[in-house]
């Protein structure tokens, strides 16, 4: 019998950034069996250490709570998997990593579970669009038993790349983005309650330099003086000195500085969710933030300023309909985005959302109900399929080739002390100001 059936559901969340916390956790909250909002779980969350570890604001931003919340490093993580068993055991982890953390749990957590039927359903997938390195980031997220697309055009590209390589694609599962949702957009203000709000989501890394960064800021500066009626608000994910998904070695609060913004042009922070609460155009590169303002309906336009290309990410809304440029916006075009392009992406503005996640729990729900325990963990990549490949990846993560710690690795048997904690907070700040700071002065002297 499984243990959700004579307890609360107990799930653990293992992310390494703010925005993978946060998909993390919804999506742990979306796919437990029960209710859609199940809230009988018991929900424990681990912070992989690292460069993007999250700090308090960025979490208190994210808005998503959990009953424990710890910064681990890998070795110590697998030992509390390794630990909790009996009661404390869970039901359901969520493997919210990038591609090579994912793979690394996987080979570590195979060898912590050995001798255990009774172990986790593992979860894992994308927090957004997935534009590029599809058979790189795929492949090495093959061996979890859920490998969620946030899509139905996700999931055919996913099952065809397993399939296409002679892995098991059995694992991949269709959902949605667990964080859309909010009220649908009511239509323009009429000025008397608020003003017009037109709000563009930035993003950390794209575009990466500062030419089209210093572009798409004045473009926006400019926007805002040929409409003084309306509010103008550059939405920002982190603060100078945090880092999230995606390093951001050019922050925009930098560049603002040199401008002169009129007084209706101003930056804004916070939940992605309640800024559109208040927005009327959202504008964006390629922001996942796209997705949710067209799932509330809300008139969304993808730049094609700076062209439409991979590197930037747009390319994934060809076919949208809502691809534009600033000076089509400042004449007052609005895209019309395309119905069957939409309902493609798991947007499902027009209703649904509700069941999206109806298959994830169904085929936990039968995890958790197998006669026997689940089967030793089995990812695709191994040392005889990826021998010059799976070994760095462990390495990263003071894994051995089997999965096994390495000699040295961080201790697992302990909390830090005062000292480890000033020195790694040091050691990360200097890696902070080294990738914001004098990375792009290197970079600038490289050019002359």
Not at 134 to 163: I, M, P, T
Not at 279 to 305: F, G, K, N, Q, Y
Not at 330 to 355: K, L, N, S
Not at 409 to 427: L, T
Request: charged share 25%.
């Amino acid at each position: 019998m499984p243990a959700s059936a004579t307890k609360a559901l107990r799930v653990a969340v293992l992310a390494d950034s703010d925005t993978r916390w946060k998909w993390g956790a919804l999506t742990a909250t979306r796919v437990s069996p029960g209710t859609p909002e199940n809230t009988d779980i018991h929900l424990d969350g681990y912070l992989l250490r690292g460069r993007a570890t999250p700090t308090a604001r960025q979490l208190r931003e994210v808005g998503v709570t959990a009953d424990s919340l710890r910064e681990v490093t890998a070795v110590e993580f697998l030992r509390a998997m390794g630990d909790a068993t009996g009661e404390e055991s869970y039901d359901v982890l969520v493997l919210a990593l990038v591609g090579g953390g994912v793979q690394a749990m996987l080979h570590g957590l195979g060898r912590v579970w050995e001798d255990r039927a009774d172990r986790p359903v593992v979860v894992t997938g994308y927090v957004g669009v997935v534009y590029e390195k599809l058979a790189d980031g795929l492949l090495l997220r093959h061996g979890a038993d859920l490998v969620l697309a946030n899509s139905r055009q996700d999931a055919d590209r996913f099952r065809a790349v397993y399939e296409g390589v002679g892995a098991d694609a059995a694992a991949v599962t269709e959902v949605a983005l667990p964080f859309l949702g909010g009220a649908a957009y009511a239509g323009e203000p009429d000025g008397r309650e608020r003003p017009y709000t037109v709000v563009f989501a930035a993003q950390p890394s794209v575009p990466d330099n500062r030419g089209d960064r210093a572009y798409l800021l004045e473009r926006l500066i400019r926007h805002a003086r040929r409409h003084p009626e309306r509010e103008v608000l550059l939405k920002l994910r982190s603060k100078p000195g945090e880092h999230t998904t995606h390093i951001e070695e050019l922050p925009y609060q930098k560049l603002v500085q040199r401008a002169d913004p009129p007084p209706n042009f101003r930056l804004v922070y916070g939940h992605m969710g309640e800024v559109l609460d208040r927005t009327d155009l959202l504008v964006t590169i390629s922001s996942t933030a796209a997705l949710e303002s067209l799932h509330r309906r809300i008139p969304t336009v993808v730049l094609s300023d700076l062209g439409v290309r991979e590197a930037l990410g747009n390319h994934h809304f060809v076919g949208s309909g809502c691809l534009a440029s600033w000076d089509q916006l400042d004449e007052g075009h609005r895209p019309a985005p395309d119905p069957e392009w939409i309902a493609r992406q798991g947007v499902v503005a027009d209703g649904g959302y509700e069941t999206a996640f109806d298959e994830a729990r169904k085929r936990i729900t039968e995890l958790l109900g197998r006669p026997g325990g689940l089967p030793p963990l089995a990812p695709y990549y191994t040392p005889v399929t990826a021998p010059g490949y799976l070994p760095g990846i462990l390495a990263r993560h003071h894994l051995g080739p089997d999965g096994t710690p390495l000699p040295g690795a961080p201790a697992a048997d302990k909390a830090p002390g005062p000292v480890r904690q000033v020195v790694r907070r040091a050691a990360r700040g200097a890696y902070r100001h080294g990738v914001q700071r004098v990375a792009p002065v290197i970079r600038r002297m490289g050019e002359l």
